[in-house]
């Protein structure tokens, strides 16, 4: 199904190691952080989902663009890919009821920020990065997506990608979802292990994947199809 032309590998390769080292940099959040320790009684919501902010980083931060040295198109790839890696993207969550109040601060300045973006540089071999010395406060309700008229913000202009750019980024994000599982993996469990490799290792037929996806929309007890959104029907054209 994906007939990547194999010359590509090397492309792939680096695109899928800078997602992969990125794709949650969006986590280095105020909401994010305060729903890891909040008060036992809290229910309150994050206002936006971690890969959202990691877009708005690496896709409207100069500095990080600059540094990371992709060209147009393998920026896009990369981005979008991040932006996609959790199955909640578009995310359908109500928010304007229950949503954590304080403002949210991307902490830009924190050591772990700055270290990972230096590991980074070191593993790619990449300039030094650049050194963020304040947080960033936003206004989050301006980059939150929560329906498909939102998502053309962040939708790159994939109408004029070819087939073989548009496999990539499916190539990316299975990576990275992939990527999540074996980073959770803290205790090495070869259970894991096998499953991302066989994952990683799998080509569905075509029958197969249809199978697959009908099968996923559909409810086990009412039967009922829920029918494809807008973002997945444009990933598949």
């Known amino acids: 199904i994906m007939e990547i032309d194999p010359a590509e590998i090397q492309r792939i390769t680096k695109l899928a190691l ?36 990691s877009y708005y980083l690496l896709s409207k931060n100069k500095e990080l663009k600059d540094w990371l040295n992709l060209s147009k198109r393998d920026h896009q790839i990369v981005c979008w890919a991040i932006l996609a890696h959790h199955r909640k993207f578009p995310d359908p969550t109500i928010r304007d009821i229950g949503v954590i109040s304080t403002p949210l601060t991307i902490h830009r300045s924190c050591t772990d920020f700055n270290d990972i973006l230096t590991t980074i540089s070191q593993e790619l071999s990449l300039n030094a990065p650049p050194v963020f010395t304040t947080d960033e406060e936003i206004d989050y309700k301006k980059i ?71 099968e996923k929309l559909t409810n086990p007890i009412t039967k009922h199809k ?3 959104r807008q973002f997945q029907l444009d990933v598949g054209n």
Do not use: F
């Open 18 to 53: 800078t997602a992969a080292w990125l794709h949650d940099i969006g986590k280095a959040n105020s909401h994010y952080l305060y729903k890891l320790q909040p008060p036992s009684d809290d229910l309150t919501k994050q206002g936006i989902r971690h890969e959202v902010i």
């Open 144 to 214: 939150l997506i929560t329906n498909n008229a939102d998502i053309s913000l962040y939708k790159p202009d994939y109408q004029k990608w070819s087939n073989q750019e548009k496999r990539i980024l499916i190539a990316l994000k299975i990576a990275l979802m992939n990527a999540d599982i074996m980073g959770s993996n803290e205790n090495g469990s070869q259970v894991v292990i096998d499953y991302a490799e066989k994952a990683l290792n799998c080509c569905l037929t075509v029958e197969k994947l249809q199978q697959m996806i009908d």
């Open 226 to 228: 829920t029918p494809l």
